[in-house]
């Protein structure tokens, strides 16, 4: 895209509730130490806004280390994207089905994940859900009704278990069970994305940040003063207010059926599929989920979507945070959900 929007802010910031003014943030260290600038940047990236939040003492290294966490970010852009004809992804995508593929050991990684995440939700999440996903037009924003010949011919198309990956330790080949089969990584690609980031950012010496790529976002450390990070989520069951929760350490991802939908005869047909039914999920309007890597939550709150509350809550609500709103607006979490 030609258009760039780079928001830089130096010292300070909005968001971080009870903070006065710039200078008075900064004369909140000790006095002769270097006072701590929030600095914070955002980018159009990966089909969202990517926004990164670093606080530190010194602004300059700040800043390259910023720079370097959106090139990564454009990185794992190149390799997951199923909107570039150039990504790995993509190339993989056309040409499984017909012999192995030889993949980067960190699709590899990517795909072995999402796979691992399909077994234990039983199939809710399920990154081959390409061809359903395209059915719908949910890809590239063309929604259409699929007739019932169409949903039979392509659900055959969909299963995790219909990927192999052959490996001998060092390469890894993938192929395909189906020709027309593709993966989709839209439901874990930015929570991997938003995990690098934060990588980079160590890498660099940066020690407290949050990287927020749309509803994925991930922290590390606390901000100057505070003893986590606000982070606010959409919030369906109170009809466009947000709540506002603490987060220390770790990832938050939200999926809700408000951003990418369509509406025929006032039933809504939003972007999360049930795999199985090849139908897109009604009943959740939105599904938080935290966990310590961002690839967690995002895959995770996508398959919680799918399963349902009930289901989700008795078989996950002991490892992982969730806050499931469903159709009735009602909302209920697991007892690890923040306050
Ligand atoms: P968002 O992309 O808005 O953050 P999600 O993380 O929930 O929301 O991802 C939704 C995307 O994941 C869809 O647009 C589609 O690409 C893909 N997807 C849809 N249904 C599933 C599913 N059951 N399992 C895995 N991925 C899915
Ligand atoms: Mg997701």
């Given at each position: 895209?030609?258009?760039?929007?780079?928001?830089?802010?130096?010292?300070?910031?909005?968001?971080?509730?009870?903070?006065?003014?710039?200078?008075?943030?900064?004369?909140?260290?000790?006095?002769?130490?270097?006072?701590?600038?929030?600095?914070?940047?955002?980018?159009?990236?990966?089909?969202?806004?990517?926004?990164?939040?670093?606080?530190?003492?010194?602004?300059?290294?700040t800043q390259e280390a910023i720079s370097a966490a959106f090139e990564e970010?454009?990185?794992?852009?190149?390799?997951?994207?199923?909107?570039?004809?150039?990504?790995?992804?993509?190339?993989?995508?056309?040409?499984?089905?017909?012999?192995?593929?030889?993949?980067?050991?960190?699709?590899?990684?990517?795909?072995?994940?999402?796979?691992?995440?399909?077994?234990?939700?039983?199939?809710?999440?399920?990154?081959?859900?390409?061809?359903?996903?395209?059915?719908?037009?949910?890809?590239?924003?063309?929604?259409?009704?699929?007739?019932?010949?169409?949903?039979?011919?392509?659900?055959?198309?969909?299963?995790y278990r219909k990927v192999v990956i052959e490996t001998n330790g060092v390469?890894?080949?993938?192929?395909?069970?189906?020709?027309?089969?593709?993966?989709?990584?839209?439901?874990?690609?930015?929570?991997?994305?938003?995990?690098?980031?934060?990588?980079?950012?160590?890498?660099?010496?940066?020690?407290?940040?949050?990287?927020?790529?749309?509803?994925?976002?991930?922290?590390?450390?606390?901000?100057?003063?505070?003893?986590?990070?606000?982070?606010?989520?959409?919030?369906?069951?109170?009809?466009?207010?947000?709540?506002?929760?603490?987060?220390?350490?770790?990832?938050?991802?939200?999926?809700?059926?408000?951003?990418?939908?369509?509406?025929?005869?006032?039933?809504?047909?939003?972007?999360?599929?049930?795999?199985?039914?090849?139908?897109?999920?009604?009943?959740?309007?939105?599904?938080?989920?935290?966990?310590?890597?961002?690839?967690?939550?995002?895959?995770?709150?996508?398959?919680?979507?799918?399963?349902?509350?009930?289901?989700?809550?008795?078989?996950?609500?002991?490892?992982?945070?969730?806050?499931?709103?469903?159709?009735?607006?009602?909302?209920?979490?697991?007892?690890?959900?923040?306050?």
């Amino acid at each position: 895209m030609c258009w760039r929007l780079s928001i830089c802010c130096a010292v300070l910031s909005w968001w971080l509730a009870g903070c006065a003014t710039p200078t008075a943030r900064r004369t909140e260290s000790e006095a002769g130490a270097t006072p701590v600038a929030m600095v914070q940047r955002s980018q159009p990236l990966l089909g969202t806004f990517v926004t990164i939040t670093v606080a530190e003492r010194d602004e300059e290294r700040t800043q390259e280390a910023i720079s370097a966490a959106f090139e990564e970010i454009r990185r794992i852009d190149l390799l997951l994207s199923i909107h570039k004809t150039n990504s790995e992804t993509a190339r993989l995508n056309a040409s499984a089905a017909t012999k192995p593929v030889e993949v980067s050991p960190e699709l590899n990684f990517v795909l072995s994940k999402s796979l691992d995440i399909a077994r234990r939700t039983d199939g809710a999440f399920d990154a081959t859900i390409g061809p359903l996903a395209q059915l719908w037009g949910f890809i590239w924003k063309e929604y259409r009704l699929p007739s019932e010949v169409e949903l039979e011919r392509v659900l055959p198309l969909v299963g995790y278990r219909k990927v192999v990956i052959e490996t001998n330790g060092v390469t890894a080949r993938v192929s395909f069970a189906r020709a027309g089969m593709f993966l989709d990584f839209g439901g874990i690609g930015k929570g991997y994305a938003v995990d690098r980031a934060i990588e980079i950012l160590r890498e660099r010496g940066v020690t407290k940040a949050m990287v927020k790529a749309g509803g994925d976002l991930r922290v590390i450390g606390t901000p100057p003063g505070k003893n986590g990070w606000e982070v606010q989520i959409e919030d369906p069951a109170k009809r466009g207010k947000r709540t506002t929760i603490v987060l220390r350490e770790g990832a938050l991802s939200t999926s809700g059926n408000y951003e990418n939908f369509f509406e025929v005869d006032g039933r809504r047909y939003s972007h999360i599929i049930d795999p199985r039914s090849g139908m897109p999920v009604e009943g959740v309007v939105s599904c938080t989920v935290t966990a310590q890597t961002c690839l967690e939550s995002d895959a995770y709150a996508t398959g919680f979507f799918v399963m349902g509350a009930e289901r989700a809550l008795t078989e996950f609500g002991d490892e992982f945070g969730i806050r499931i709103v469903d159709a009735n607006l009602r909302v209920r979490e697991s007892a690890k959900f923040p306050k």
